[in-house]
């Protein structure tokens, strides 16, 4: 589902980077090295000792594919995300056939730390792992598949697992289903709940698709989740049709509207929308709204292209969005896979793939006033 790029070229990419938009601050640059040739896919969790970690996944050896060998690896700040510590840790050794990637990170309302990643064994059998930390994150628990009703191809974006207010713990993934043996790309969206803090989980009723206007069968992927203010919930997909795909639950998560085209007009890459601590929604995504028609021109280029990396905000739980803001807008980035996390000192982090390949990876630092400026 997402393209490589050799390493040679990555390292030639990074001396390209351009900087972000002014008032955003740099705090880390992930390059690929030596027997690194990625990172990406992280999440920050603020510790009680006043640090934050960020774990990523941290690929060895020689490919960057999504399929290559990979651990998880955490870094340290000790100055709310100015500056980061300069070794790896790894928190969780290749567990998996192929690989462990893609992190969430989520403080439960236990009081523990719960680290969800991917422990992809093969193109059919790649399913969400639970394991906790009752010591700030020092030390790792037994894993748990969290999807253990059927063995597929399943998809969970990083940093995106969410307990809802009552305590429910939710999430969605994209199901690239098999017909014998053949690989669904397009992909279709369920969720998964737990009620007793991830020891157990129940699949949702809806096994949803992504139509266009036409009634033509669109790729269904990718999906991120949102509690609203009202206590439903607002699901957002990635699709092929031109835009992010929305949806929404108010059984907490186990049934779902028709998802529908929403303003948030993309190309195929995922979104991020989470709530800031003003009460407000932030989405993160690559906004194509004034871009010219690249399809005509070149299709390979226009389905790509991730960039810029914009930002918009929602005063009314996702229904229309304001202050449209581009973080990055190098021509030649490749913005995506966002981690979010506000912090309590009126900023918040933001860790993100910027170039072809998911190979470098970028932490920020944003001012949260930044987001409503015009």
């Given at each position: 589902?997402?393209?490589t790029?050799?390493?040679c070229?990555?390292l030639?990419?990074?001396?390209?980077?351009?900087?972000?938009?002014?008032g955003v601050?740099i705090?880390?640059?992930?390059?690929p090295?030596?027997?690194?040739p990625?990172?990406?896919?992280?999440?920050?969790m603020p510790?009680?000792?006043?640090?934050?970690?960020?774990?990523?996944?941290?690929?060895?050896?020689?490919?960057?594919?999504?399929h290559?060998?990979?651990?998880?690896?955490?870094?340290?700040?000790?100055?709310?995300?100015?500056?980061?510590?300069?070794?790896?840790?790894?928190?969780?050794k290749?567990?998996?056939?192929?690989n462990?990637?893609?992190?969430?990170?989520?403080?439960?309302?236990?009081?523990?730390i719960?680290?969800?990643?991917l422990?992809?064994?093969?193109?059919k059998?790649?399913?969400?792992?639970?394991?906790?930390?009752?010591?700030?994150?020092?030390?790792?628990?037994?894993?748990?598949?969290?999807?253990?009703d059927?063995?597929?191809?399943?998809?969970l974006?990083?940093?995106r697992?969410?307990?809802?207010?009552d305590?429910?713990?939710?999430?969605?993934?994209?199901?690239?289903?098999?017909?014998?043996?053949?690989?669904?790309n397009?992909g279709?969206?369920?969720?998964?709940?737990?009620?007793?803090?991830?020891?157990?989980?129940?699949?949702?009723?809806?096994l949803?698709?992504?139509?266009?206007?036409k009634?033509?069968?669109?790729?269904?992927?990718?999906?991120g989740?949102?509690?609203?203010?009202?206590?439903?919930i607002?699901m957002w997909?990635?699709?092929?049709?031109?835009?992010?795909?929305?949806?929404?639950?108010?059984?907490?998560?186990?049934?779902?509207s028709?998802?529908?085209?929403?303003?948030l007009?993309?190309?195929?890459?995922?979104?991020?929308?989470?709530?800031?601590?003003?009460?407000?929604l932030?989405?993160?995504?690559?906004?194509?709204t004034?871009?010219?028609?690249e399809?005509?021109?070149?299709?390979k280029?226009?389905?790509?292209r991730?960039?810029?990396?914009?930002?918009?905000?929602?005063?009314?739980?996702g229904r229309?969005?304001?202050?449209?803001?581009?973080?990055?807008?190098?021509?030649?980035?490749?913005?995506?896979?966002?981690a979010?996390?506000?912090?309590?000192?009126?900023?918040?982090?933001?860790?993100?793939?910027?170039?072809?390949?998911?190979?470098?990876?970028?932490?920020?630092?944003?001012?949260?006033?930044?987001?409503?400026?015009?």
């Amino acid at each position: 589902m997402k393209k490589t790029l050799c390493l040679c070229a990555a390292l030639a990419a990074t001396v390209a980077l351009a900087a972000p938009a002014p008032g955003v601050h740099i705090g880390l640059e992930l390059p690929p090295g030596p027997n690194n040739p990625r990172n990406s896919e992280g999440a920050f969790m603020p510790l009680k000792d006043g640090r934050i970690m960020f774990a990523y996944s941290r690929y060895y050896g020689k490919s960057s594919s999504d399929h290559a060998t990979a651990d998880i690896a955490a870094r340290y700040s000790s100055d709310k995300g100015k500056t980061w510590t300069t070794n790896d840790e790894i928190i969780v050794k290749n567990e998996g056939g192929m690989n462990v990637m893609s992190v969430s990170l989520l403080r439960l309302q236990s009081g523990e730390i719960a680290l969800f990643y991917l422990r992809k064994n093969s193109t059919k059998d790649c399913r969400p792992v639970l394991r906790r930390s009752f010591d700030e994150g020092k030390t790792w628990g037994e894993p748990t598949i969290c999807i253990t009703d059927e063995v597929a191809y399943f998809v969970l974006n990083n940093d995106r697992v969410i307990q809802l207010k009552d305590g429910r713990l939710l999430f969605a993934v994209s199901k690239h289903a098999f017909d014998g043996s053949k690989f669904d790309n397009l992909g279709r969206v369920t969720t998964y709940t737990s009620d007793d803090n991830g020891k157990t989980w129940q699949r949702g009723k809806n096994l949803l698709e992504v139509h266009d206007a036409k009634g033509n069968f669109k790729a269904a992927q990718e999906p991120g989740v949102v509690e609203l203010k009202d206590g439903t919930i607002l699901m957002w997909i990635r699709t092929n049709a031109g835009c992010q795909y929305m949806c929404r639950s108010t059984d907490r998560g186990v049934s779902w509207s028709t998802p529908e085209p929403s303003v948030l007009v993309a190309p195929v890459s995922p979104a991020t929308i989470k709530r800031l601590p003003t009460g407000d929604l932030l989405a993160i995504w690559n906004d194509h709204t004034n871009r010219p028609d690249e399809a005509k021109k070149a299709p390979k280029w226009a389905n790509g292209r991730r960039t810029p990396l914009t930002t918009a905000i929602s005063r009314d739980d996702g229904r229309t969005w304001t202050h449209v803001r581009n973080i990055e807008d190098d021509p030649t980035g490749w913005f995506c896979y966002i981690a979010l996390q506000p912090l309590d000192d009126g900023t918040a982090l933001l860790g993100y793939c910027a170039y072809k390949g998911l190979a470098h990876s970028r932490l920020v630092k944003v001012p949260i006033d930044w987001f409503y400026e015009k």
